[in-house]
Each structure stands twice: as C-alpha cells, then as structure tokens.
C-alpha cells in the first residue's frame, strides 16, 4: 500500500496514533488482497477542519468522525477507457479518508473504549467505504461490519 498520511491537527497528532493508521492501512489493503501499488490518503484533523468539509461536500453544518471521498465510484459518466496493458501498469488510487481526532477522543469516551479502538474502527470504515463496501442494506452492513471487525480483531482491537 502506498499511504500518504496528513496531520492538520492543531496539536499534532500523537507518533502512536500514526503508526496505528499505518499498520491499519496496510492490513486492511492485505485483507482484501488488494494490490501494493494501491493508494490511499489519510488526514488527521480537528473538529472545525471536517466541519467546514463536511459542509462544503454534504450539506451538514457541523463535524462528523470520518468522511471517505473514493476516486472510482460506478458513475459510467466519468470512466476513462484506456488500453489494458496500460491500465494494470497505473497504481490503483482508492481516494481520501479525512478523520476528526477530536471525534475520535469524544466517542471514545462515550462508548467506554480506548481512543485506539475509536481511531482503528474510523480508520477501517473509511478505507472499506473507499473499496466499494456500504452499510445501507441489511446484507450488505452484515458484510461490511463483518469485514471491519475481523480487521480490527486480526490487529489487536477487540470491542
């Protein structure tokens, strides 16, 4: 996996909290067998930061705990045709998850759990939103969650 990982935090995000990111991204890529040169993007921020995102991109005046902005999504419209040979030769860019640490020291402290569980469950969900997973449909929120909790497991993260 090729992570380029952010901190726009206004106090700098803990080393532990990027490492975690890190090994998290790279798990998740390796779960689902995804290729080395996949890329994905990982910001850090505050509150006020994913607020006005979360305003600008979903019409919602106030912060979430992470937003995901895939690259590909099945909208035939923007599909570039290319070569094939050309195509496997391209990295393959998943898009961009922006999380708040402010939201993850909150939650973490309504659901009783540690800010590492929080930051890991965040981490995971935005990276499978970014592979084509939802949690819309019954189903498919079984598979997602199924999926994202083997993940968390597998790292160390157990609720």
Do not use: C, W
Request: aromatic share 6%; charged share 30%.
């Amino acid at each position: 996996m090729d992570l380029e990982l952010f901190d726009q935090t206004q106090d700098g995000a803990q080393p532990e909290q990027l490492q975690q990111v890190r090994e998290l991204i790279e798990l998740a890529g390796k779960t689902l067998n995804l290729r080395e040169d996949t890329e994905v993007s990982v910001t850090l921020m505050n509150n006020d930061t994913i607020q006005k995102i979360n305003e600008q991109y979903r019409g919602v005046d106030r912060p979430t705990d992470v937003i995901s902005f895939a690259m590909h999504d099945d909208d035939e419209d923007d599909l570039i045709v290319m070569d094939p040979e050309m195509a496997a030769e391209m990295p393959l860019n998943l898009g961009d998850i922006m999380i708040s640490v402010d939201k993850v020291a909150e939650q973490a402290a309504f659901l009783q759990h540690s800010e590492a569980r929080e930051l890991g469950y965040l981490i995971v969900h935005g990276f499978l939103h970014l592979n084509g997973y939802d949690h819309l449909q019954p189903a498919d929120e079984t598979e997602m969650f199924g999926l994202q909790r083997q993940i968390l497991d597998a790292y160390g993260l157990e609720k």
